[in-house]
């Protein structure tokens, strides 16, 4: 079977605007302000950013840096999501033998004051919009954990008081020990005991990215041994109203700094130990394209260590500026792009720290981390009430899937450029497991959105002789549905939205989408609105009668079944030969009276003259059917085609279709509601 590759047909009207960005990040004043080296930094790789416009890098849910390296940090991927409202919950899944995405959805209180979380190996950790928070405990990474990824959280207020100096209490926000492969991310920090984020003793492959270290004395100490084996990424953090370790690091085999932000240090008259960054012991540290504002001693090596820096921007600043050695060139271990310095301020502080974007789905890749949509499908949590992206790569998936009731709130996404790109398909028809058993792919639960997929099932029928041809791609019982770029290909049956009984309504909205088949093929008694959308009649080799482009079996309760509109439909099948709908009666069920309307849509030559026809008894005349301008060479209205008046069209829009009781408006965002 061929189909149309993704088009959306014209909108009358539509502009393209344009948007300019962090123009003012870019012109920051010189005054006061000072080079603090001059070389010029080229920039390379995948992680490319721009300061005007921030790059999806900024805000990709894939490790990069160090943590990317030696097959990478994927945390709890391929594991099952849980949400965690309370300490036990948080306790017990972050330590589990199984991997876990945990999304923290609020305060969670620790108690006993500070003590710790500890997290086992294979977990995310993430905080549910920007609101996840741990108070007055740490999280604990033990000797020999390995692939976590702690991200969106802020974990605050474990502080002592009168213990500035943290020599009562060890209550970090987050303690690494001999640990490897780990990315922290998109966090706050703030008003710990003794330091904020401490990894230590040998930890391998870390990156610490976008996070806010404020209001404390030692923000951020790496080291705790006497071997040199730590590798590090330290991008895009803000320091800010803290004193000292900004960070320390010690014996570091390498440790990367760029585009990090450290101002208002705390002025306490220290004239050693209040400091930003320190290359220690046999470090090698390179700083790239970092801020200083209002710090002393901005960064500093010992003489056994060694310090690379160059493009960074010192304002307000006094005390040393160490650089000596070679260091080590970032490149030759990955990929990535600097921002200018002189963006970094207005970029970090608004970029930095937990964000509402980063928290407010989960993302479940296939098949990078789960082997099937299925398996994705089946890792979301019952009740689930936060959005779960499962994004699908290219490719042809052989499999069905179903999506049950109890787990709403989910995006089937293909990342490919087209539809065509990424395909389910089964080829099963309804007489091996009747027509819901065909069905490719299932949706029984409610807020489910499917984006620039195809859904296919393939069985050729054709090919052979059964008492049961017809054959679902795709069957929807949920409500509120919406299917966006998506095709659906197949012959009989290709596309049913019903609903779980009668008198339940489910809507489902279609937009700018390809359906083909040959009887009944858009069919069932949900609310069902068609926009924007190409719709092909096949075939069946017959000049009289090829088929059956609707069998809607709306309650006559429910003034509102299927609407088409402006949309094509198109047809290589002979003139006059294909029927625009039949009234479907399951059962023979009398209160099952079709309502169809196909408005503002152009019509092939192979639509019928008489396009509605009498089905199992049941007059087509009873039904609700109707058009109302329509045009093309299948559109020449006649006796035998009901047509809208102008005043009763007014009542016949998408939004009105769609509204039901809580007012949806999928269209709301295309302003598209006619």
């Known amino acids: 079977m061929t189909h149309f590759p993704s088009k959306r047909l014209p909108r009358p009207g539509a502009v393209l605007a344009a948007v300019v960005g962090l123009v003012a990040a870019l012109c920051l004043g010189a005054v006061g302000e000072a080079k ?39 945390g709890g991927a391929g594991g099952k999501v849980v949400t965690v409202a309370d300490q036990a919950s948080l306790a017990r899944y972050a330590a589990a033998e199984e991997p876990y995405v945990i999304r923290v959805k609020g305060a969670v209180a620790v108690e006993p004051f500070g003590s710790d979380i500890v997290v086992t190996s294979n977990k995310t950790i993430i905080g549910v919009g920007d609101t996840g928070e741990i108070v007055h405990g740490e999280l604990h990474l033990n000797p020999g954990t390995h692939n976590v990824i702690i991200r969106n959280l802020t974990i605050r207020d474990s502080y002592v008081e009168g213990d500035w100096d943290g020599k009562t209490t060890d209550f970090d926000a987050i303690q690494l020990d001999t640990v490897d492969h780990v990315w922290i991310d998109h966090n706050r920090f703030t008003h710990m005991g003794d330091g904020l984020l401490d990894i230590r003793k040998d930890s391998q492959y870390i990156t610490v990215s976008y996070n806010r270290f404020t209001n404390h004395n030692k923000a951020f100490g790496i080291g705790w041994t006497t071997n040199v084996l730590t590798q590090i990424t330290i991008d ?34 220290d004239p050693v130990w209040t400091y930003g960054n320190w290359s220690r012991g046999h470090t090698k540290m390179v700083i790239e394209n970092g801020y200083y504002d209002g710090v002393q001693h901005p960064y500093q090596a010992d003489a056994t260590a060694e310090l690379v820096q160059r493009g960074s921007i010192l304002k307000n600043t006094a005390g040393r500026t160490d650089a000596w050695g070679a260091a080590f060139d ?104 009747g027509s819901t058993g065909s069905a490719t792919v299932r949706i029984a639960a409610n807020d489910v959105t499917a984006r620039n997929l195809t859904f296919s099932n393939d069985f050729d029928e054709a090919a052979v002789e059964l008492d049961g041809e017809q054959a679902l791609a795709m069957k929807t019982t949920g409500d509120r549905i919406v299917f966006e770029n998506t095709a659906f290909l197949g012959n009989q049956d290709t596309l049913m939205t019903d609903s779980p009984k009668l008198t339940t309504v489910s809507r489902v909205y279609l937009r700018d ?85 196909i408005r503002d849509t152009e019509l092939p030559a192979a639509v019928k003259s008489t396009p509605w026809t009498d089905m199992s008894g049941f007059s087509w005349r009873d039904a609700r059917f109707a058009e109302y301008r329509n045009h093309g060479p299948g559109a020449t209205v006649s006796a035998d085609r009901p047509q809208l008046s102008d005043a009763d069209a007014k009542a016949y829009t998408v939004a009105n279709y769609l509204k039901g009781t809580d007012g949806w408006a999928p269209f709301a965002r295309t302003g598209t509601a006619h």
């Open 36 to 74: 603090a080296a001059a070389e010029p930094v080229a920039a390379a790789g995948p992680m490319a950013t721009d300061a005007s416009l921030p790059s999806e890098a900024r805000w990709t849910d894939r490790a990069h840096g160090f943590a990317s390296l030696a097959g990478g940090t994927t």
């Open 236 to 269: 895009h953090n803000w320091f800010t109203g803290t004193k000292q370790r900004n960070p320390s690091a010690d014996n570091c085999a390498y440790a990367h700094l760029y585009n990090n932000y450290v101002s208002a240090q705390v002025v306490d008259g």
């Open 330 to 433: 970032p490149r030759e271990f990955y990929a990535y792009r600097l921002d200018p310095a002189a963006a970094v301020p207005a970029l970090v502080t608004r970029l930095s720290g937990p964000q509402q974007r980063i928290g407010a789905a989960v993302t479940l890749h296939v098949p990078a981390d789960y082997p099937t949509v299925q398996s994705a499908v089946d890792a979301v949590p019952e009740g689930n009430a936060d959005a779960v992206t499962v994004a699908v790569a290219p490719g042809t998936y052989r499999e069905k899937v179903f999506v049950p009731a109890t787990k709403p709130n989910i995006l089937l996404q293909g990342t490919g450029r087209d539809r065509s790109d990424t395909v389910i398909v089964h080829d099963t028809p309804a007489a091996y497991g």
């Open 513 to 597: 989408s390809y359906v083909e088949g040959d009887v009944d093929f858009v069919y069932g008694r949900a609310t069902t609105v068609i926009d924007r959308s190409v719709i092909r009649l096949l075939s069946r080799g017959s000049t009289t009668n090829n088929g059956y482009l609707t069998a809607a079996s709306t309650w006559t309760g429910n003034p509102y079944g299927f609407l088409l509109t402006r949309s094509k439909v198109v047809s290589d099948a002979p003139a006059d030969s294909f029927h625009l709908g039949r009234p479907w009666h399951p059962g023979g069920e009398p209160a099952a009276v079709a309502q169809v309307l």
